[in-house]
């Protein structure tokens, strides 16, 4: 089964105490991973995340909220189904809006340099990447599926990490396999049957799982909804290219009929 998995509501909250940092909460998703730092921060309503810079590349994707991210070069505004990417030393600040907090998954890559997450002083740094859910077309995963399993890169080849989000309409198999890459799961909706080498999991709204490098996965959508999940693949040692390597006969259907539920 999967290296490490957690649920949100089995964690506990951290209060981040950096200076100006108030407001602002975290969960740790993942303890036992040497390529990735993954966490589930909040902010609440009117607060700032202060201008900082980190030296590990960050990749954040907004699950809920509006915030207006600062740079040292302009302004813009991210919201529910945002992707950002900040490079290496790359300072931002980012101030939340309207009545609702914002919420967002955090992930550094730490293949190369390694965890914990180390601040740096804020200086000139490169311009952050954003994407958003609606600027990016579905494509499919496994084309004998068609789109009833599809997915969205947000964040795509040239940085540390692709990342993006993922659905697979209701009863539907997605091939067990595996790839170089280590991967993160965050599971937004629906429910699922997690399916390693030898055993399973369900798996549902605030699941995360980490899978290292080559580690056999697949997943069943057994919910009445379709399972939605933010994906994010290590590429700082094997590369953008993705050997996609099913170790099953392909077949459409999830094993567990929604009837049995």
């Known amino acids: 089964m999967a290296t490490e998995l957690s649920h949100v509501d089995a964690l506990s909250w951290r209060e981040l105490s950096a200076p100006g940092w108030d ?3 975290e969960k740790s998703l993942v303890g036992s991973s040497g390529e990735f730092v993954f966490g589930l921060v909040e902010a609440r309503p009117g607060a ?3 201008f900082h810079a980190h030296r590990q590349a960050e990749t954040d994707y907004v ?4 915030a207006t991210l600062r740079t040292s070069g302009r302004t813009v505004d991210v919201r529910q189904g945002s992707c950002l990417y900040f490079a290496p030393g790359a300072p931002y600040e980012l101030e939340v809006v309207g009545a609702d907090p914002l919420v967002y998954l955090r992930t550094f890559a730490c293949e190369r340099i390694g965890p914990p997450v180390q601040a740096i002083a804020v200086g000139d740094g490169p311009e952050p990447l954003m994407t958003t859910e ?3 077309d579905w494509r499919s995963v496994e084309p004998s599926k068609g789109m009833r399993i599809r997915v969205q890169r947000l964040l795509d080849h040239g940085v540390e ?3 993006g989000v993922g659905e697979l309409d209701s009863g539907v198999h997605y091939t067990r396999h595996y790839h ?3 991967e993160l799961y965050f599971i937004l909706g629906g429910e699922g049957v997690l399916q390693g080498a ?3 999991t369900e798996v549902g709204p605030g699941t995360a799982v980490y899978l290292r490098s080559r580690e056999v996965h697949g997943i069943d959508s057994v919910g009445r909804e379709p399972l939605r999940l933010f994906w994010v693949y290590g590429c700082e040692t094997a590369g953008h290219r993705v050997n996609w390597t099913p170790v099953e006969p392909i077949y459409a ?3 567990r009929r929604l009837a049995a539920r």
Do not use: K
Request: proline residues 8%.
């Open 253 to 255: 259907e999830a094993r």
């Open 180 to 182: 170089d890459q280590p």
């Open 23 to 25: 407001g602002v909460r």
């Open 134 to 136: 609606r600027d990016v």
């Open 48 to 50: 700032r995340v202060p």
């Open 161 to 163: 990490v692709m990342a």
């Open 63 to 66: 699950v809920a909220g509006s």
């Open 198 to 200: 030898e055993d399973e």
